[in-house]
């Protein structure tokens, strides 16, 4: 599979509704990050969690990351319309500058 | 809040013509960046800058490519002779720290359409 991979790629839930997305990544990574992208704008920053944290909270996000799995989840909770948007986790490779995104997961929140 | 600023929102140009593509990163930020996203696909890193040189650059980051910092505020992305292939959404984006240590700030992005 490719590195930085996103499921699912499409995600349809009902307001209010959680919506949970997984991140697999291959490398040796010191943190990883998600953004959301809404429609036609550039992405904004969600939530950063480092090698060493395996969960994090803000507000209604919580993040989660295994580094024995290579992996790490989004969870929204109580989903709003205005969360529709696509999300994406992104990493450093270690000693690299550049963040490595997924391909992202484009989640629709149906009111 | 401080934002990162992009200009144009679209440009369009004919293949083999030379764009400019312009930021203004957020003020106290020391590290820059480019990316681009062809549509419906991955964001893909081009290149970062840090002390007025680049400081890492990607496979897609040819010799038809260069960025500069002209004054204390702006960031470019110049594409020399832009092909089909150039066609994307390119993001400028800033950070206060390297090495992936910190959230990436994103502007807008400029959507180029080469025909």
């Known amino acids: 599979s490719q590195q930085g991979e996103e499921d699912p790629q499409a995600l349809s839930i009902q307001e209010g509704e959680n919506a949970t997305m997984n991140c697999s990544y291959k490398?040796?990574?010191?943190?990883l990050q998600w953004y959301r992208q809404n429609s036609g704008r550039g992405l904004v920053h969600l939530i950063l969690?480092?090698?060493?944290?395996r969960e994090k909270h803000s507000g209604r996000l919580r993040v989660t990351l295994d580094t024995s799995k290579k992996s790490s989840s989004l969870l929204i909770t109580a989903s709003r319309a205005a969360d529709t948007a696509s999300y994406f986790c992104a990493y450093p490779n270690f000693g690299n500058e550049k963040l490595t995104f997924g391909t992202g997961t484009r989640l629709t929140i149906i009111p | 809040e401080p934002e990162v600023t992009q200009t144009p929102s679209h440009q369009v140009t004919q293949m083999g013509q030379e764009v400019i593509l312009r930021c203004v990163p957020i003020s106290n930020h020391l590290y820059f960046y480019w990316y681009r996203q062809i549509l419906g696909q991955k964001v893909e890193f081009l290149v970062s800058?840090?002390?007025?040189?680049?400081?890492?650059k990607s496979e897609i980051f040819d010799d038809q490519f260069s960025v500069e910092r002209p004054d204390g505020s702006n960031f470019t992305l110049k594409i020399r002779s832009t092909k089909l292939e150039d066609s994307a959404m390119y993001f400028c984006a800033s950070s206060e720290v390297n090495r992936g240590g910190s959230p990436l700030h994103f502007g807008n992005g400029t959507r180029l359409t080469v025909t």
């Open positions: 490398t040796s990574i010191n943190n």
């Open positions: 969690i480092r090698s060493n944290e």
């Open positions: 800058f840090y002390n007025n040189e680049i400081s890492e």
